[in-house]
């Protein structure tokens, strides 16, 4: 066998072991097709979520904490936060609610670069769910792409609704 005949083999060789190698790696099977309990559910408890925030400062919920906003989707944090920015600093505090935004699915050099120093400007807390293993729980049975409001009475989830807009939300965050 010639080695220009050989050379050429070798290449086919690489290039299919390449591409089998890239199919497998961006294959869709991931922590999203893993079975997991579903965390937002009514009776279950919250006091194991500690998340860190857009400053990366570790965050827990504290007995006072009567609701918690969670955006699955770009769109629906988006949502909120351009409702957050309008209000004061100490809104959410104020009526004893947390935001917690799930930046999971962003590639994390896009979270790095983009979306975490982004989250930095602004003045109210947002905790993230930046790992798709620690968010899976929590999109379980979701509708990811509704904001999803978590009642809580000391940790324990009273009701879980969907709401989609800034009007929504307001009355809800609003609601005693």
Do not use: W
Request: net charge neutral; with cysteine.
């Amino acid at each position: 066998m010639s080695k220009i005949k050989f050379g050429e083999k070798m290449k086919k060789i690489i290039v299919g072991l390449m591409a089998a190698l890239l199919f497998l790696g961006c294959s869709s099977k991931g922590a999203e097709e893993v079975v997991v309990e579903p965390k937002l559910v009514v009776g279950k408890n919250l006091a194991d979520m500690a998340l860190n925030d857009q400053f990366e400062k570790a965050q827990a919920l504290d007995s006072n904490t009567k609701k918690v906003i969670f955006a699955f989707s770009k769109d629906m944090a988006h949502t909120c936060n351009d409702f957050f920015v309008t209000q004061s600093p100490t809104y959410l505090s104020d009526n004893n609610t947390q935001f917690v935004a799930d930046v999971s699915a962003a590639p994390s050099l896009i979270r790095s670069i983009f979306i975490l120093p982004g989250l930095k400007d602004f003045k109210h807390t947002v905790l993230l769910l930046d790992d798709k293993m620690i968010a899976a729980p929590y999109r379980s049975n979701m509708d990811v792409e509704k904001i999803v409001v978590v009642y809580l009475d000391n940790k324990s989830i009273t009701n879980v609704v969907t709401i989609n807009s800034e009007d929504e939300l307001k009355k809800v965050i609003e609601a005693k």
